[in-house]
């Protein structure tokens, strides 16, 4: 692949994350909580793939930044990336599984 498709690549996605996160936010907003994983929204994020996680962990480092819980992108990372990476006694705390994917994140080099 040339480096004018991987860049034009990575434009294209920078543009399309924010509009499908604020789209599934919408759904979630129209949603209850057990099905927001199935939202038409989620699951293009998902189906993006490798290439969307680093635009995830950013999310989640800004949602860190800001001091507010992160948004719940744990169930894509999981699907996209086949890890977990959380410990099991920080399950529930939204910071700390955040924390969790952003280390694993810089030491799998999508940071």
Same mark, same amino acid.
């Given at each position: 692949?040339?480096?004018? @498709?991987?860049?034009? $690549?990575? *434009? &294209? *996605? @920078?543009? %399309?994350?924010?509009?499908?996160? &604020? ?6 907003? /129209?949603?209850?909580? +057990?099905? #927001?994983? +199935? ?8 189906? /993006?793939?490798?290439?969307?996680? !680093?635009?995830?962990?950013? =999310? ?7 001091? @507010?819980?992160?948004?719940? *992108?744990?169930? !894509?990372? #999981?699907?996209?990336?086949? =890890?977990?990476?959380? %410990?099991? $006694?920080? #399950?529930?705390?939204? %910071?700390?599984? !955040? @924390? ?6 810089? !030491?799998?080099?999508?940071?």
């Amino acid at each position: 692949m040339s480096n004018n @498709r991987v860049a034009g $690549h990575d *434009l &294209s *996605l @920078r543009k %399309k994350f924010p509009n499908l996160l &604020s789209q599934w936010k919408k759904e979630v907003n /129209t949603s209850t909580r +057990g099905i #927001i994983y +199935g939202l038409p929204a989620y699951k293009k994020i998902i189906n /993006t793939g490798v290439e969307v996680v !680093a635009y995830i962990l950013n =999310e989640f480092k800004k949602a860190l930044r800001e001091k @507010r819980d992160p948004d719940l *992108l744990f169930v !894509a990372l #999981i699907k996209i990336t086949k =890890e977990q990476p959380v %410990k099991p $006694h920080h #399950i529930g705390n939204m %910071k700390e599984m !955040a @924390r969790s994917w952003i280390e694993w994140g810089e !030491a799998k080099g999508y940071l």
